[in-house]
């Protein structure tokens, strides 16, 4: 009976591709090492449960369960992959890090903060449930090209808020 591993070869080789690209666009190495430390979302969580403190402490308190729908569209999706992929650490803190720094910088500026919850909770909104699609159409083709599609749509979304908030913290840090 032949492998069904011929099909991880080529989904295991977007991925690759696709995280290349975002290492590419991204221009910095400290900054990437950064956003692997992120395993999972509990990290993620723990970042919007310690914001929540600390925006009640200082009366500033924004609506950060609006975000709730784009993470959770997200654990359904990194769900998946791991099935699909057997769990790719460098792809799952792709998914969660960056994420996770942007809205620790973004807490400095309330209004940035504001917009990052407000895309992310549309993104959320319109997020499939990757988990009943795959559920349907299995392990196929065109579930691997769409999931593929849709890592490289996350580092797209990533990379500009990267870009937009890491100028930002490094001239914080030089301060």
């Known amino acids: 009976m032949a492998s069904t591993n011929h099909v991880d070869d080529p989904f295991d080789a977007a991925f690759k591709s696709a995280i290349q690209?975002?290492?590419?666009?991204?221009?910095?190495?400290?900054?990437?090492?950064?956003?692997?430390?992120?395993?999972?979302?509990?990290?993620v969580y723990n970042v919007t449960d310690r914001l929540q403190e600390d925006q009640a402490r200082t009366g500033r308190l924004r609506h950060m369960s609006k975000m709730t729908p784009f993470l959770e569209g997200l654990r359904s999706y990194a769900s998946v992959i791991e099935v699909f992929?057997?769990?790719?650490?460098?792809?799952?803190?792709?998914?969660?890090?960056?994420?996770?720094?942007?809205?620790?910088?973004?807490?400095?500026?309330?209004?940035s903060l504001d917009a990052?919850?407000?895309?992310?909770?549309?993104?959320?909104?319109?997020?499939?449930?990757?988990?009943?699609?795959?559920?349907?159409?299995?392990?196929?083709?065109?579930?691997?090209?769409?999931?593929?599609?849709?890592?490289?749509?996350?580092?797209?979304?990533?990379?500009?808020?990267?870009k937009f908030f890491s100028s930002p913290r490094k001239y914080q840090r030089s301060l």
């Open 116 to 162: 990052i919850l407000d895309t992310t909770d549309e993104i959320g909104a319109q997020l499939p449930e990757f988990r009943k699609s795959t559920h349907l159409f299995g392990k196929n083709k065109v579930i691997s090209d769409v999931l593929v599609l849709f890592f490289k749509d996350i580092l797209d979304f990533y990379i500009v808020m990267l």
């Open 21 to 43: 690209e975002f290492r590419s666009k991204l221009k910095d190495e400290a900054l990437y090492s950064e956003i692997l430390q992120t395993k999972d979302i509990e990290e």
């Open 85 to 111: 992929m057997q769990a790719k650490p460098d792809v799952l803190s792709l998914i969660w890090g960056p994420i996770k720094l942007v809205l620790q910088w973004a807490d400095v500026l309330k209004q």
